[in-house]
């Protein structure tokens, strides 16, 4: 039983993914596919931001130029390379036991001198440009850095929502976990880059997975198993989007061409997304 008409996932993507996927949607918009118009969004990490942006019924063309430090409270992210170098090994061998992996992160996260908290929620607050939830559903993926386990945080959590997309995007060594309700956050990419499996009950699903070109599908294959959406879209980079986020997906140099390169692919995109974003009928 389909109990929404249309979902939207919004993936993992650091800067680059961010900057790309608000130059899509805004390309989309111009092309005549509002995004803002799904019944159901689901944002983790990187998508968390456009996600808070898009349901609260903004333009994504506000993010052509990023946030600057002038917009939050101007204190630079404090990267602690040495912890994320940790996290990225442990993430390396995470396969044979990904629950303890997680857990492992946690601590690490926690121990990471990366600034205080609310920088960071300051400075998604500048980004997302949103204060309170919306009528919506709109779903932010987390992780419990105590425990690993993961967290799902919508209107009902109690968690302010810039913190909400604060603690999405906290990747540990880079961001520090955030601080709701008594427990610390961590980005809700280490589970899953898209957590497609959230959109269940969608007739239409459109997932928007800035680094589908990094890792393999196997996951987000059993996730839109579990969606068992009628119609499923997925958007992935082109190699020109792919090509202006270079090497490092949180280089703030590549934001801008990022946000051109998303611009001009949603030409292509619309000629997917339209026939099903309005009808939910079948494409190929």
């Known amino acids: 039983m389909h109990t929404s008409d249309r979902a939207l996932v919004l993936g993992a993507g650091g800067l ?26 689901v944002g983790t990490s990187a998508g968390a931001i456009l996600a808070a942006l898009l349901a609260t019924g903004q333009d994504p063309g506000r993010l052509a130029t990023p946030a600057r430090p002038a917009d939050s409270d101007g204190t630079p992210p404090q990267v602690d390379g040495r912890r994320l170098g940790e996290v990225l090994a442990v993430l390396g061998h995470a396969a044979s036991n990904p629950a303890e992996a997680w857990r492992r992160v946690g601590q690490i996260a926690l121990a990471a001198e990366t600034g205080p908290e609310q920088a960071h929620v300051a400075r998604m607050h500048a980004m997302a440009g949103a204060e ?63 957590n497609a499996g959230l959109a269940a009950g969608a007739r ?39 090509r202006a986020f270079g090497s490092n997906l949180n280089d703030p140099t590549t934001w801008q061409p990022a946000y051109q390169a998303g611009f001009h692919q949603a030409a292509d995109a619309a000629e997917q997304l339209r026939l099903a974003w309005k009808t939910g009928s079948d494409v190929d």
């Open 204 to 242: 239409t699903l459109v997932v928007i997975d800035p680094q589908a070109h990094l890792f393999p599908r196997e996951l987000l294959r059993q996730e839109l198993a579990v969606a068992g959406a009628h119609t499923v879209v997925t958007i992935e980079a082109d190699p020109v989007s792919i």
């Open 16 to 41: 680059a993914g961010t900057a790309w996927m608000a130059g899509l949607a805004s390309g989309l918009r111009r092309d005549g596919v509002d995004l803002g118009d799904a019944d159901l969004i």
């Open 132 to 194: 309170q939830w919306p009528d919506r559903k709109l779903l932010i993926t987390a992780m419990d850095a105590g425990t690993g386990e993961p967290e799902v945080l919508d209107h009902a959590s109690g968690a302010p929502l810039p913190s909400a997309v604060a603690a999405s995007t906290a990747f540990p060594g880079i961001y520090p976990p955030i601080t709701i309700n008594g427990r610390r956050y961590m980005d809700g990419s280490l589970r899953s880059a898209t």
